[in-house]
């Protein structure tokens, strides 16, 4: 291996960080976090990993200090960084959720809508995007300050409204506060720098990684069953299953029995296997998946 043939790659510190290392070690990569380290040790020898902020993730991939890295669309557009969006990646589950940049208010405060903001106080960390955000809209007087946290508490002693990020709502719900628009949503991306796609061996490398990290976030949300039919109600069986394209039958070596392997959403597994039960199907096995490649 050439001293050259180096990925470095950034992986969110902070909240996405957990996940985000979940994610990797099923995807097949071992991966070892000192507590007081910065620098992720990969079982592979070609990855130099990072561990950056994801607010300053598409600075440094953009600048080419890192190859790639994984930061969400909101921080990219914050910093509006010139870098090269390889893929979305979403887990529906924990982690890697969509979530909005919201403008809210207090529940009896006068601002209805966003032309209501002009010549108010804003907080927010998602100072850049905001700004740009109420110039599309005509409104360049309002005073946008930076928010080191607490952002929900802030209003409306210390800011008339804010631009906060949100799943649900429940937190702002909770602090008395109600959303006037959402100004946009954001998911995780996996993001490289522009030069470091046009190299063919680091191109390649990343375009595999993302691959595997894709598989994986597919069997997240996937679950395998066997199970053992009759003949007599294989073609009952079938008809139960709703395949990502269609199941594995194989003949057991018992005469007028048949072996059967499908992958299904694991929502569905619940109300399937008394169907498959009473169905004729025996000896029901249900099993994780650490991926499922997409086609």
């Known amino acids: ?38 620098y992720p040790s990969f079982d592979d020898p070609e990855i130099e990993a990072m561990l950056i902020r994801a607010q300053e993730m598409a600075g440094y991939v953009e600048k080419g200090i890192l190859d790639c890295g994984l930061t969400g669309l909101d921080w990219i557009l914050e910093q509006n960084a010139d870098v090269h969006q390889v893929a979305e990646l979403i887990y529906a589950k924990e982690g890697l959720r969509p979530v909005r940049w919201v403008v809210a208010v207090p529940n009896d405060s006068g601002i ?21 955000y109420l110039k599309k809209h005509g409104i360049t007087d309002a005073e946008i300050e930076f928010s080191w946290g607490a952002t929900e508490v802030k209003p409306p002693q210390l800011a ?43 191109r390649q490398k990343m375009e595999n990684i993302v691959l595997l990290l894709k ?14 039919v009759p003949a007599k109600t294989l073609d009952q069986v079938i008809k139960c299953l ?10 057991l070596t018992e005469e007028g029995w048949y072996d059967i392997d499908v992958i299904i959403d694991e929502r569905k597994v619940r ?25």
Not at 14 to 30: C, I, N, P, V
Not at 173 to 199: G, Q
Not at 242 to 251: D, G
Not at 280 to 291: D, H, M, R, S
């Open 215 to 228: 598989g994986a976030l597919a069997a997240e949300e996937k679950v395998g069953l066997k199970m053992n």
């Open 271 to 295: 109300d399937l296997i008394p169907q498959l039960k009473r169905a004729g199907a025996t000896g029901i096995v249900e099993y994780q998946l650490n991926k499922v490649i997409p086609d």
């Open 112 to 132: 209805k809508k966003v032309a209501d903001l002009k010549g108010k106080r804003i907080s927010t960390e998602l100072v850049n995007f905001t700004k740009r």
């Open 1 to 38: 291996m050439s001293k050259q043939n180096k990925l470095k790659i950034g992986l969110p510190k902070g909240s996405l960080q957990e996940s985000t290392l979940k994610l990797f070690r099923k995807a097949g990569y071992h991966i070892s976090v000192s507590s007081r380290s910065y």
């Open 160 to 202: 008339d409204a804010i631009v906060e990020l949100t799943e649900t709502g429940n937190s702002l719900r909770a602090n008395n506060l109600r959303i006037v628009e959402t100004l946009m949503e954001s998911s995780t991306r996996f993001v490289s720098n522009k030069k470091s796609w046009k190299d063919a061996w680091k």
């Open 242 to 251: 709703p395949a990502l394209h269609s199941p594995t039958i194989s003949q």
